[in-house]
């Protein structure tokens, strides 16, 4: 990965530094969610990315999109103008997220009880 594919830290030469900027972004409640489908799935439009996103509101998977594209993360494509069709896809620098992610996910399922459905709701 050259420079230019870095990402700026806060807090260079702090022994936390890595793990902070690192949580940060992957710390959001959607973000390791939408590139975790977009790992699964390759480039998707907002409607089908939503739907793969169970539980997503409109607004804040657009509010992630735009978070993910100014971290250099997600990039945007527009596929058609009339109607107006854009298409989500990782960047190299998203793509090499996917260690972090599915390492995530795997300790995730080992590690939590699943969830009733149930009692989810009522939460």
């Given at each position: ?78 596929v058609s103008e009339k109607p107006v069709r854009v298409e989500y896809a990782l960047t190299d620098l998203g ?29």
């Amino acid at each position: 990965m050259d420079d230019n594919e870095r990402l700026p830290a806060w807090c260079p030469g702090e022994g936390w530094c890595s793990i902070t900027a690192t949580a940060s972004l992957v710390g959001k409640k959607w973000h390791p969610v939408i590139i975790h489908r977009l790992l699964e799935h390759g480039p998707l439009g907002f409607n089908a990315l939503q739907e793969e996103v169970d539980g997503i509101s409109s607004k804040v998977l657009s509010e992630s999109l735009d978070d993910l594209e100014d971290k250099r993360i997600v990039s945007r494509t527009i596929v058609s103008e009339k109607p107006v069709r854009v298409e989500y896809a990782l960047t190299d620098l998203g793509e090499s997220l996917e260690p972090v992610v599915f390492a995530l996910a795997e300790w995730g399922e080992q590690h939590l009880d699943p969830v009733d459905e149930k009692a989810a709701s009522v939460v």
